[in-house]
């Protein structure tokens, strides 16, 4: 139990091009998802949380108007990098933690990631 | 703020050798402490964890114990194997909305 998917895998795109990116809860209900962004050989930085049906909160740094966050359903949150640019070019990891707490009190569940990279 | 100090890397150790990894941490409440495992290519697996002063946590033959007198939190285990190769993020958590600070992470080789 406690699977988390993401998608796509790796994206390739133009600079100034749009990019979504999918994070689903597979079999449990997610709450919140997180959003994280990891340099090279660095850790990961909390980008926004979103709890679902309402509006992401975004870390201190980070725009909102380029990093795009929708967490529609208990199941689905997406990342959109608008008008992608090279310096946007990292790995984006996704997680989710359970209604209830049933897996158990604030585990994250993690994504595999997405490789962009913007040409 | 939170924060999570993890000893420097790289780490290369031969198989079945021990293994420790030096984390702290600073926290204004009351933590839960995590180590998460990220193997190449993947995303963050949660190894273990433990939510109060002395607790053990424990999974694949690794263990840490929650030190709240050193504010510690240190991984071992006592016969690496190479499979066991990855980067290893020490973390917390303090309050309802689960948002996890990470450490800098450390990568870890194991040679046959």
């Known amino acids: 139990g406690a699977v988390v998917s993401q998608h796509p895998s790796r994206v390739i795109c133009k600079s100034g091009t749009s990019v979504k990116i999918e994070c689903r809860s597979l079999d449990f209900q997610a709450t919140t998802m997180f959003w994280y962004r990891q340099f090279p050989k660095q850790s990961l930085m909390l980008m926004a949380t979103?709890?679902?049906?309402?509006?992401?909160?975004?870390e201190q740094g980070v725009e909102k108007d380029k990093f795009l966050i929708n967490h529609a359903s208990l199941t689905l949150s997406t990342l959109t990098v608008t008008s992608a640019h090279p310096e946007d070019s990292s790995f984006y990891i996704c997680s989710a933690t359970e209604a209830g707490g049933r897996l158990g009190y604030n585990i994250q569940y993690f994504g595999a990631g997405t490789r962009l990279s913007v040409l | 703020g939170d924060s999570v100090t993890q000893m420097e890397g790289p780490v290369t150790l031969s198989e079945e050798a021990f293994l420790t990894i030096n984390c702290t941490y600073t926290a204004t409440g009351y933590p839960s402490l995590f180590w998460y495992v990220q193997y190449p290519g993947e995303g963050l697996q949660l190894l273990l964890k433990a939510t109060k002063a002395d607790d053990k946590g424990s999974n694949k033959g690794f263990e840490a114990t929650y030190r709240k007198e050193t504010t510690s939190f240190h991984l071992e285990k006592g016969s690496v194997q190479v499979s066991d190769s990855a980067v290893y993020f020490c973390a917390l958590s303090t309050g309802a909305n689960s948002k996890l600070t990470f450490g800098k992470g450390i990568t870890l080789s194991v040679r046959p």
């Open positions: 979103s709890n679902e049906g309402s509006k992401a909160t975004y």
